[in-house]
């Protein structure tokens, strides 16, 4: 129905998938207003993956591949976008894959599961515990994966869970397209980039990433540079906008 | 539930408000996503009424004032977030109200206008034709409406429909929080500023013009200076984002 060579294919295609996903309850209601948030940043940092953003993918493989336990936290947007990008990061990092949700019920954490499944996804499953210092249904993660784990790459991270996983001690990796979010402020590393086009690049960097390189991008991670780098874009894209 | 001195506590009441429109059929899934964009928007002009447009409101309520015939076209964001601030710049303004849906079907038409009515909107009722230059159901409004108005309000609009109302020689008053959307930059006026913060300020402006002010304002409209001051707002806030 949308044509493939229109100038917005990508967000289009990407919008009417988190409908579909929505009215089967994998994507909250939130969830598609989430979305729209990132598409006006996605916007305005020019749709597509910035200097600074494929910087920091790379470095993200670095540190996923440099991890004693990576888990990839992954809620209904992530599944619904990139169900098949999740499998190929796993395939090439060995990360496991918890499926751990804001707006949590036990129909929607088996929907995702299945649809990850459905991918060539592995996904963790047992019994979940109130391990993330947060109250209500937002403090339950599996005591071997984002329990046990010590790197976290949470795509699409609320900023409360995101300081409640950094004061358990977790590194936390994010993918967020807004660099002024509390999210983006609070990971170790925040990747400013759609989701579509970070993960592969994280996915390209794990498979290759020269020797030395790993120890040389975490030893120069500046998250608050990357942060302003990206702020940089969006000002720099607006000056030119109205011509 | 909110705590109303919530830093955000308007945006997260809108949202709330949305989700439970679109549950009851009011508010599309497009709908839910094109709000998330507005916040987004919303954010990076700081969440307040700029100087500028506060200007766009009152050359708004100058431009209602003085029209033939002036209609407000509503849809169901418009409808679920600002019923009552349409009956009140109804009321001012004594212009038509008219439901005129992107997603259009008779039973959305059906279900808005009751919410409008039961917010004390008066709302024009008939049979619509395909009057607006668009293929599908988005061509159709009311001969006695929109197809004989000279001028438009129309809040949250898609830039096709306002490019195709503009070419039916209608004059065209938007509130549309990006700046750079063709929605903005196609219509006579763009007040770039949230929905419920926009309304209110025209109706103010209804109430207070001045002898004179109308024909001044009106006069004195040029709407990419006022594209080109939220820009220039939304720049200034991000090269302060990170101190």
């Known amino acids: 129905m949308i044509p493939k060579d229109h100038p917005r294919y990508r967000s289009l295609i990407a919008r ?10 994998v994507v909250t209601l939130e969830g598609l207003a989430a979305h729209g948030r990132g598409e006006a940043f996605d916007y305005l940092i020019g749709e597509r993956t910035t ?18 336990h990576a888990v990839i936290s992954v809620n209904g947007n992530t599944a619904a976008l990139a169900a ?12 496991d ?34 391990l ?20 976290l790459l949470v795509p699409l991270e609320d900023g409360d869970r995101c300081a409640a996983l950094r004061r358990m001690g977790k590194t936390v990796i994010t993918i967020d397209l807004n660099p002024l979010s509390r999210t983006a402020r609070t990971a170790n ?22 020797p030395g390189e790993a120890e040389r991008l975490i030893g120069s991670l500046d998250n608050a540079y990357l942060l302003r780098a990206a702020i940089d874009e969006i000002r720099e894209n607006l000056s030119h906008a109205l011509e």
């Open 189 to 210: 590393l925040t990747i400013v980039d759609e989701l579509t086009r970070a993960l592969p690049g994280i996915t390209a960097g794990c498979s290759s990433l020269e």
């Open 51 to 68: 200097p600074s953003a494929a910087v920091a993918a790379r470095t993200a493989a670095a540190m996923l591949l440099s991890a004693r």
């Open 16 to 25: 009417e998938r988190l409908a579909r996903c929505a009215r089967e309850g």
């Open 84 to 95: 098949d990008d999740i499998a190929a990061l796993q395939r090439v990092s060995g990360a």
């Open 132 to 151: 993330i210092p947060l109250s209500h249904d937002r403090a339950l993660c599996l005591p071997g994966g984002i329990g046990d784990a010590d790197l």
């Open 97 to 130: 894959v918890e499926v751990n949700l804001f707006h949590r019920t036990e129909d929607r954490v088996e929907r995702i599961t299945r649809l990850l499944e459905s991918h060539g996804v592995r996904v963790l499953r047992g019994t979940a515990e109130r």
